[in-house]
């Protein structure tokens, strides 16, 4: 106790050189700190993105405008024409579940821009028409209600499920269950309200999803009767086969352009949206080739669709966020040996000026092994309390980058912990050698040194 107390006393009588020794250990283990909350945040932020997107899902979105599928001028001046393509369709979510393999669920998904009224109040809503495995890849949890039944999902229903926030809505005050609301044209009963899901705005914008909270739930077969089936044959289309087929000869070159120009950009897909789960990672990549080969082919050859696998794309964002975390450790870690050293480098110099000091303790009968622990201490102490300092910059550094950049970050136990540690540890280590410098000092000399 009596070295732990010489020791303190000589950290105390000089505070300003114990400060600056201690720099190098202050920021070493606040960027430490900082990096890990940056880093546990980014991660955390990956696995919601994963839970929004699903498990092992596949999604495959339609292409409405086909730009590299214009007409080419062929060597004889003739136009080649357009290859047809059905579009994405329930018929390719039948072949889907009868031909491939190692499917957990398939999800197909109609989604239609509309508005909601009821009591007067009128607000715009997507209405998404879904099957009950939407709700399950999802992870969606009924707050009300229940999902819909065989019989509503086979004859197309008048019914409904509404996210939270269109119930804060429109049900401020009242159970909405079996209650009608107007969902564009048609009015729907309500059967089911989901629980609010937070989706943060950098999620929508990454992933490209929408604030569930304020869709509109109805079965797929009930959107595709009462509201909009693009695989119908309608007049226009007949219409506009039928100028094609004559070579469009009675309307003018430039009518000819612009009626080209409105079919392509025309939505013919009778889906919006199909999404495929895979029982196995593993499984993901062979998967979605098989499924391009087929849809290829069901498609005669036009490419009309694009297909993602948003799990690998997060995980190979996961994967870019580890190494860049790798790297501001290294850099952290870098920090902290130069704060190491710089203890070192100060330790040793303390011990030329305390060299009476050091003298006139052996002299009167302390031992060596005292002067090495009178030394350690004030290493340890250096480092140990610009460890602490270091912990508070740190979690203030965390706190403002969440605030100023609005990226997320978390603070966790074991960062605290680790950095602290690794601090003490190298104190411990760099106060060794100026330690045994100073307990090889000769009593007699040391006396006489001026």
């Known amino acids: 106790m009596a070295n732990l107390y010489i020791a303190i006393n000589a950290v105390i009588a000089n505070k300003v050189r114990s400060l600056l020794t201690a720099l190098g250990i202050i920021f070493g283990v606040a960027a430490v700190i900082a990096m890990l909350a940056i880093g546990n945040g980014a991660q955390q932020e990956i696995l919601n993105q994963i839970k929004l997107v ?4 596949i999604v495959v979105k339609p292409i409405i405008e086909q730009k590299e599928e214009n007409l080419n001028e062929q060597a004889n001046g003739k136009k080649e024409k357009k290859k047809f393509s059905p579009g994405l369709t329930i018929r390719d979510v039948h072949s889907i579940k009868s031909t491939i393999p190692g499917l957990a669920r398939v999800s197909p998904e109609i989604i239609l821009d509309t508005y909601v009224i009821r009591d007067g109040i009128r607000r715009s809503a997507k209405l998404v028409g879904v099957e009950p495995a939407y709700f399950e890849i999802y992870d969606f949890q009924l707050a009300e209600g229940q999902l819909f039944n065989s019989e509503q999902l086979k004859v197309g229903a008048p019914v409904c499920i509404i996210g939270s926030a269109l119930k804060s809505r429109f049900f401020p005050t009242e159970n909405p269950l079996g209650k009608s609301i107007k969902v564009g044209p048609h009015w729907l009963t309500i059967v089911g309200v989901l629980r609010e899901r937070l989706v943060s705005e950098n999620s929508i914008s990454k992933l490209g999803i929408r604030d569930f909270n304020m869709d509109v739930y109805a079965p797929l077969q009930s959107v595709l009767i ?16 039928a100028m094609r087929s004559r070579g469009m000869v009675f309307i003018s070159s430039s009518s000819e352009s ?12 009778q889906l919006d949206r199909l999404v495929i789960q895979v029982d196995e990672t593993t499984k993901l990549q062979a998967t979605a080739e098989i499924l391009s080969r087929m849809l290829s082919r069901k498609h005669y050859e036009v490419v009309d669709y694009e297909i993602e696998i948003p799990e690998l794309l997060l995980k190979q964002q996961q994967r870019t966020n580890d ?9 952290a870690g870098i920090s902290l040996l130069v704060g190491g050293i710089g203890i070192m480098n100060i330790m040793l110099a303390s011990v030329l000026e305390r060299i009476k000091e ?10 060596k092994s005292d002067i090495v622990q009178q030394f350690l201490f004030e290493a340890v102490m250096i480092s140990v309390s610009g460890g602490l300092i270091g912990v508070v910059l740190g979690v203030s550094m965390a706190y403002v980058v969440s605030i100023v950049a609005d990226i997320p970050t978390i603070v966790s136990f074991t960062s605290i912990l680790l950095s602290f540690g690794v601090a003490a540890t190298v104190g411990l280590i760099f106060g060794i050698a100026p330690a045994r410098k100073a307990a090889s000092q000769d009593p007699i000399a040391s006396l006489r040194y001026e």
């Open 54 to 57: 699903g498990v092992n899902n």
């Open 323 to 331: 190494i860049f975390n790798y790297v501001l450790g290294a850099i």
């Open 226 to 241: 009462r509201y909009e089936n693009r695989d119908l044959i309608t007049t226009e289309a007949l219409r506009m086969a």
């Open 258 to 269: 612009d009626a080209e120009s409105e079919l392509e950009k025309k939505n013919y897909h």
């Open 358 to 367: 050091i003298g006139l303790r052996l002299s009167i009968g302390a031992q």
